[in-house]
């Protein structure tokens, strides 16, 4: 059975709409999605990048997230042909670690505790593939690197692209999976 | 540079040593580390299974523990010829995330975040060498094995062994590392 390890951030857990939003409301500010393509918050307003990032120290933030759709009906399909494992980048925000888990525990319950792995660099994950929104990690992920589309990586054309469930669904279980990766 | 990934409880952190004191203190009892020689506490008290295992369950059990001797100065000097990885089975006890965590940036600060891992299933870990002194997560890992010696598993025979740190030190520092691996 071939691994697929399946990152958290803007692939299941809809980050950066929450982070807007926050943004938005706290600055009187009106950003759009579109506006962060190919860039990040931090891009567009530089002066404003510590307060930015404060948004995550508290690791609460990682909590409230919404669900991407599609995300769980296709990890529980994913799971009768693939061995699924979720990656997710938790040390950049020690403060994240019991709120990611409870969020994992709450929305992917039928993904077992010894398939979660809190890391910082994704080189250290052995799986066949890595379904990521991070192109730096998919670099150094040493197998096949699938992007999940988010406005900051929408100009990347090193890897494969997915822009929703619903294709990412395609590409693993549908027709021809195996020729397509 | 090879990559080697190394265990924290029982290799860098002695859980052993100070469970047995809980236990011996809070039971009146006389427990020592040889009776404990290829079983557990558990093994051998199985009545007070739940109680034995309760000490982790708050977490804060993994905060205090004692630093293995030699293990920080072996780290410190493979880091100088090997990429070292922290992993970590820490989802066995989702309460430790944290006290693990302060636990390494107090005893083990010169290792970036980038490069602790907290996980389940040792499978997922890409690594050339796993130090490690679970059987069960040697044999799962895809590299090379080197089991650290712990009573529990003191009558395994099917990986390198190493007794203690200086053995570490010797076998992937020494005069023909390369050889013996």
């Known amino acids: 059975m ?4 399946i990152d958290m951030d803007e692939v299941m857990a ?21 506006e962060l393509e190919g860039t990040t918050l931090a891009g567009i307003r ?23 759709p599609g995300s769980q009906d296709v990890i529980r399909e994913l799971q009768e042909h693939y061995e699924v494992f979720i ?6 925000v020690p403060a994240s670690f019991r709120a990611k888990y409870e969020w994992l525990k ?7 505790d010894s398939h979660l792995v809190f890391c910082g ?9 890595l379904l990521d929104d991070s192109v730096k990690q998919l670099n ?13 990586n929408k100009f990347e054309t090193g890897f494969i692209r997915v822009n929703n ?8 279980l549908g027709e021809g999976a195996g020729v397509r990766l």
């Open 165 to 172: 469930w619903h294709e990412v669904r395609e590409l693993l």
């Open 121 to 129: 660099n994704k080189s250290i994950i052995h799986a066949d593939y």
């Open 140 to 152: 150094r992920f040493k197998g096949t690197g699938i992007l999940y589309s988010a406005a900051h």
């Open 2 to 5: 071939k691994r697929i390890a």
């Open 14 to 34: 809809d980050t950066a709409i929450d982070h807007l939003e926050l943004f938005n409301r706290e600055y009187g500010e009106h950003v759009t999605l579109e």
């Open 87 to 92: 990656a997710t980048a938790a040390m950049e």
């Open 106 to 112: 709450e929305h992917f319950a039928f993904i077992p």
């Open 46 to 68: 530089p002066l404003l990048r510590n307060e930015i990032e404060s948004y995550f120290a508290s690791g609460q933030f990682f909590r409230g997230l919404k669900v991407i």
